[in-house]
């Protein structure tokens, strides 16, 4: 019955463990994500082109 319990707690450790490592990867996918978006959009309208004025 000991081995039955120690074997339970093991088991919500690596749970716990792989819940971390998928909110970790979480993280990290959105921060790849929002520089990539802030890369584009500077690539697409640099900010000093924003004060350019053109003729009508």
Same mark, same amino acid.
Request: proline share 7%; aromatic share 12%.
């Given at each position: 019955?000991?081995?039955?319990?120690?074997?339970?707690?093991?088991?919500?450790?690596?749970? /716990?463990?792989?819940?971390? #490592?998928? +909110?970790?990867?979480?993280?990290? !996918?959105?921060?790849?994500?929002? /520089?990539?978006?802030?890369? #584009?959009? +500077?690539?697409?309208?640099?900010? !000093?082109?924003?004060?350019?004025?053109?003729?009508?």
């Amino acid at each position: 019955m000991l081995a039955t319990a120690a074997a339970g707690s093991v088991l919500e450790l690596d749970c /716990a463990i792989h819940s971390l #490592g998928g +909110l970790g990867f979480f993280i990290v !996918w959105k921060v790849f994500v929002f /520089a990539v978006a802030v890369v #584009g959009a +500077l690539l697409v309208m640099p900010p !000093w082109a924003a004060c350019l004025t053109f003729p009508p």
